[in-house]
């Protein structure tokens, strides 16, 4: 939501600057170097990169601008369902919880965290490890290291999703140079329109270059920082998920087990103890 609202005081900025100066909005839309610069990005784009990853960059961007980072609440329940699993594990047995891994939608612990459940990536992770928990034989720190291999793969898989919008950034301001430039040679064919013809032609064509540098470093640019800041988020997600399952496979009470994975929080995100301990017994 953050991006929408930096958006708006973006082009506020701009526009209000601009018609402060006596400028007239109209002058501003030039829909043949919209084309011209939305054309050439898109083009770019597909030379540049594969479809996976496009595919992976569209679904970054909704994700971002909707502002759906992983909160305090969100650890809070999922160190609560990680604590009422290894409670049961210590109560019943390992296999007590397979159930629980097999079908997560149906569990009646794990249901209850619909952030979790949503995050296809996380759940995998999650379940896939205990899996392999299940199966026997795995001490704690061959457990630790494919985790680790699998966490490294996601951020392998995924910091390039940032670094193509980036890229697209960093291009905008030769793409609307390229545009600028084409409608300097359109001016040149109509040198003999008159000044006033001459003038809407050199206007169109400065119109290309202040797009290429408002788009890249008023919006795509910061665009690509806050999808890098997501996926941050998402492996430190992950990582605290990793350090909850390898702390109760190392033999660790489940509270104990649970306030390792605390401690691998975010501090903007991270519940203090006492936080902790009361959602725990459900206060």
């Known amino acids: 939501m953050l991006i929408i609202v930096g958006a708006i005081v973006v082009l506020a900025g701009v526009v209000i600057g601009f018609t402060m100066a006596g400028g007239k909005l109209a002058v501003l839309i030039q829909v043949s ?29 909704p994700k971002a601008i909707s502002g759906s980072h992983t909160s305090k609440k969100d650890y ?24 629980h891994i097999e079908k997560p939608k149906e569990s ?32 704690p720190h061959e457990l630790e290291s494919l985790m680790e291999v699998e966490i490294e793969t996601f951020e392998l898989e995924s910091m390039p999703v940032p670094a193509l919008i980036n890229k697209v950034g960093d291009a905008l301001p030769g793409l609307g140079i390229v545009a600028a430039v084409l409608g300097i040679i359109v001016t040149m064919g109509s040198i003999n329109a008159g000044a006033e013809k001459v003038g809407h032609h050199v206007a169109a064509a400065l119109v290309g270059t202040f797009l290429g540098v408002l788009l890249s470093y008023g919006f795509v640019g910061p665009l690509a920082a806050n999808v890098e800041h997501c996926i ?24 104990v087990a649970v306030e390792i994975a605390r401690r691998t929080i975010f501090s903007d995100n991270r519940p203090s103890f006492t936080e902790l301990e009361s959602y725990l017994r459900g206060k």
Not at 40 to 61: D, E, F, H, Q, T
């Open 232 to 255: 941050e988020g998402d492996i430190r997600y992950l990582v605290t998920i990793k350090s909850s399952i390898v702390a109760y496979a190392k033999g660790n009470p489940p509270i």
């Open 108 to 139: 009646e612990i794990l249901s209850r965290n619909k952030s979790f459940l949503h995050n296809a990536v996380a759940l995998a992770f999650f379940c896939d490890t205990l899996k392999v928990m299940l199966s026997g034989g795995v001490p």
């Open 33 to 61: 170097e919209f084309v011209t610069i939305g054309g050439a990005v898109i083009g770019s784009l597909l030379i540049s990169a594969s479809p996976p990853l496009i595919k992976k960059m569209i679904a970054a961007i």
């Open 76 to 99: 809070l329940e999922l160190l609560k369902a990680f604590y009422d699993l290894f409670l049961i594990a210590q109560r019943d047995g390992l296999l007590a919880i397979e159930k």
